[in-house]
């Protein structure tokens, strides 16, 4: 049986809220418009429950978010991006997530 992996990061995710979106670079122009915290990989997709590290989280303004959710952006580019805000390069981060028993993207 399968054990679920639950990470939960208040600092991670307030930190993701705080940046401006790693997609568009959009920056919030309010106090209500933060960035929202994403998963790269979530529940249901590999993810097997919430976890909240920098590998796994990254910042995105509602509208790419949405567009994420509809397919307009590709995992593989969010892994890259975050890979260049980590300083790492994308294989890292697969290795990072892989660790935890993520799937790989693709």
Do not use: Y
């Amino acid at each position: 049986r399968q054990r679920l992996l639950i990470i939960i990061d208040e600092d991670v995710l307030n930190a993701a809220r705080m940046r401006g979106c790693e997609h568009c670079k959009h920056l919030g122009i309010s106090s209500r418009e933060f960035s929202d915290p994403h998963h790269v990989f979530c529940k249901g997709l590999g993810g097997g429950s919430r976890m909240d590290i920098e590998e796994n989280v990254i910042a995105m303004c509602r509208w790419c978010h949405q567009k994420f959710h509809d397919g307009k952006i590709k995992r593989e580019l969010l892994i890259q991006l975050v890979a260049i805000r980590l300083g790492k390069t994308s294989d890292d981060i697969q290795d990072v997530l892989s660790s935890f028993s993520i799937q790989k993207a693709g």
